[in-house]
């Protein structure tokens, strides 16, 4: 019977695999090669500047937000 949250079947462990290229690998291992690893940490050192810009958009998109909902309070009081 399969499990509602994995989709696993009942005394059956799911396989890990590798974050990078998804092979399926060894249950304490992360990653399939050192060669993955290495992309998997260039490619995150690469996004990092953008996950800052992504965060920051958010904050002045929820500040924009929070200003027009205060200059509104007048129109409906």
């Known amino acids: 019977m399969a ?6 079947m009942d005394g059956q462990k799911k396989k ?5 290229c998804g092979k399926k690998i060894g249950s304490r ?11 998997y ?5 690469k996004d ?3 996950i800052k810009y ?3 958009g958010i904050l ?3 500040l924009i937000t929070l200003k027009n909902q205060n200059s509104r309070e007048g129109y409906y009081g």
């Open 3 to 8: 499990d509602k949250v994995g989709g696993a």
């Open 16 to 20: 890990k695999r590798c974050l990078y």
């Open 29 to 39: 291992m992360k990653f399939c090669s050192a060669a993955c690893m290495e992309k």
């Open 41 to 45: 940490e260039e490619a995150e050192k």
């Open 48 to 50: 990092q500047p953008k």
């Open 54 to 56: 992504f965060v920051a």
């Open 60 to 62: 002045f998109g929820f």
